[in-house]
């Protein structure tokens, strides 16, 4: 599934907001993606981590549509090496956009990126054009 699902983000903030002050918490927002060999086996399948980047790279090099599912907001693609299948979820401007959004929604104190390690210009250009941006 989705790094992380919209859906779940928001079970999360409503639980979190009823313990803390909204003003105090900051949310995470992820900067990576996961590739998933399939079929998947609890406790078996092992996703790599790759960065937000990688993930448009391998779809590009694998002709692998990129397909966006509404109820995560989230991107996703599926391609096959060395005959095995895998699906890939990861992050982009779109499902940042959704997260992001809730800051201002929930009243958070701001965001932060993890992982920094992992460069996604299209990250900061969204995160500069919703809010202004201080350093911690």
Do not use: C
Not at 79 to 87: E, F, K, P, S
Not at 114 to 126: C, D, I, K
């Amino acid at each position: 599934m989705a790094v992380a699902p919209l859906p779940n983000v928001r079970r999360v903030l409503d639980y979190a907001v009823t313990e803390i002050p909204p003003e105090k918490i900051y949310l995470g927002i992820p900067n990576y993606g996961y590739d998933w060999p399939l079929p998947f086996r609890q406790g078996e399948t092992k996703a790599r981590s790759i960065s937000n980047q990688y993930a448009v790279e391998m779809a590009v090099a694998y002709r692998a549509a990129i397909a966006y599912d509404e109820t995560a907001q989230s991107p996703w693609f599926n391609y096959t090496r060395d005959g095995r299948a895998h699906v890939v979820w990861f992050e982009d401007a779109r499902s940042m956009s959704a997260k992001l959004r809730l800051i201002q929604e929930y009243g958070l104190h701001g965001a932060g990126y993890w992982n920094l390690m992992r460069p996604y210009p299209q990250g900061w250009t969204l995160l500069n054009a919703l809010y202004d941006v201080e350093d911690a």
